[in-house]
Nanobody
């Protein structure tokens, strides 16, 4: 299984970006816990949002009300819609797929929020 993340870039404060994470090799988006993590310089990697196979979602407090995680099982892709971006959202964002005894990571995509 490979996870390919895309959609990062430079955006001004208050702007929006949509990240995509396409899984290949096996259909997993509908059955694994799919998550987005981020890591800012000098900080630990942290969970931003996750969506379980049953559709239950979980968000970090810092992004609640601004970010939305979703998935398209047919496209084997998970998304992270990020609105009202703040400079403190600047980080490398990673997608992640988890099941019992299995963890897959995608490569990171840089998100920079700056004027």
């Amino acid at each position: 299984v490979q996870l390919q993340a895309s959609g990062g870039g430079l955006v001004q404060p208050g702007g929006s970006l949509r990240l995509s994470c396409a899984a290949s090799g096996r259909s997993i988006v509908g059955s694994y816990i799919m998550g987005w993590f981020r890591q800012a310089p000098g900080k630990q990697r942290e969970l931003v949002a996750a969506i379980a196979g049953g559709g239950v979602v979980n968000y970090a407090d810092s992004v609640k009300g601004r970010f939305t995680i979703s998935r398209d099982n047919a496209k084997n892709t998970v998304y992270l819609q990020m609105n009202s971006l703040k400079p403190e959202d600047t980080a490398v964002y990673y997608c992640n797929a988890r099941a019992v005894g299995i963890v897959y990571w995608g490569q990171g995509t840089q998100v920079t929020v700056s004027s």
